[in-house]
């Protein structure tokens, strides 16, 4: 059961961080037609930066819990032998 809900979450930060790249590019478009570059181009790096950092923070964490059952999975093999 528990496999279940973290393979829906890592469906859902996936889902969430295309969502975010879409709001990005859009924001960059919106500013852009208004007529200001640099801040369409401001939007546009920060948002990529913003979106990198705290998506590859969320699968860093899933990551870790994935390396974590791992690792208690094979310890558990080795302490049966």
Do not use: C, H, P
């Not at 973290?6 to 859902?12: A, K």
């Not at 920060?46 to 974590?68: D, K």
Request: no cysteine.
């Amino acid at each position: 059961m528990r496999d279940f809900f973290i393979m829906w979450f890592e469906r859902l930060i996936s889902v969430i961080i295309v969502i975010a790249a879409a709001a990005v590019v859009i924001g960059t478009v919106v500013t852009l037609v208004q007529g200001l570059f640099l801040q369409a181009l401001a939007v546009l790096i920060g948002g990529s930066l913003y979106l990198v950092l705290i998506g590859g923070a969320m699968f860093l964490g899933l990551g870790v819990y994935q390396n974590t059952k791992k690792t208690a999975e094979m310890v558990e093999k080795l302490a049966n032998k």
